[in-house]
T-cell receptor, first 115, second 114 residues
């Protein structure tokens, strides 16, 4: 079993929809949780970075972490065609307030938002 | 200019050939990483380096080697390429700031082994 499992999708939604992307993990040592966005033929870029259970909001994006259930989510409100990309969850271990740096990724979800 | 560059961007090679993928960064970061991406598998860590004298194996290092020539340069070698090493390869860098350790990725190298 992979340490990080991501709902693979693909996901196709109309413009304006609310999108929910999810990952579960099995390694309780993961302390830092990220969502990366990857456009076609590009490298991933960081979208959200969290380290505690609860919600973190940034514009139309909300990252949710539930450490007790080992479950993280990314919500996209009012989705736009420009949000069409692959979304990857990623996690790392750490201690003393410092990440160990090594990322473990989910499989990625391809999202298409059509006008 | 891009902060993290990779060369070549595309490469087709034959089974058994030795090839090198190069990564350079202008961000001044100490930490550098090599990942491969396969459809349906996400990104998997091959090797990582936290400074010039520090090299560590990642999840899938078999068949690969690396060289950290300088703070800014980190090369990945395939000593004898095989078809299942066909993938998209990404280099990344990071510079921890407290608990936050954001990784910055290059544009990737698409490698095909025939």
């Amino acid at each position: 079993q992979k340490e990080v499992e991501q709902d693979p999708g693909p996901l196709s939604v109309p413009e304006g929809a609310i999108v929910s992307l999810n990952c579960t993990y099995s390694n309780s040592a993961f302390q830092y949780f990220m969502w990366y966005r990857q456009y076609s033929r590009k490298g991933p870029e960081l979208l959200m970075y969290t380290y505690s259970s609860g919600n973190k909001e940034d514009g139309r994006f909300t990252a949710q972490v539930d450490k007790s259930s080992k479950y993280i989510s990314l919500f996209i409100r009012d989705s736009q065609p420009s949000d069409s990309a692959t979304y990857l969850c990623a996690m790392s271990e750490g201690a003393g307030g410092t990440s160990y740096g090594k990322l473990t990724f989910g499989q990625g979800t391809i999202l298409t938002v059509h006008p | 200019d891009a902060d993290v560059t990779q060369t070549p961007r595309n490469r087709i090679t034959k089974t058994g050939k030795r090839i090198m993928l190069e990564c350079s960064q202008t961000k001044g970061h100490d930490r550098m990483y090599w990942y491969r991406q396969d459809p349906g598998l996400g990104l998997r860590l091959i090797y990582y380096s936290f400074d010039v004298k520090d090299i560590n194996k990642g999840e899938i290092s078999d068949g690969y080697s690396v060289s950290r020539q300088a703070q800014a340069k980190f090369s990945l070698s395939l000593e004898s390429a095989i078809p299942n090493q066909t993938a998209l390869y990404f280099c990344a860098t990071s510079d921890p700031q407290g608990f936050r350790d954001e990784q910055y990725f290059g544009p990737g190298t698409r490698l095909t082994v025939t």
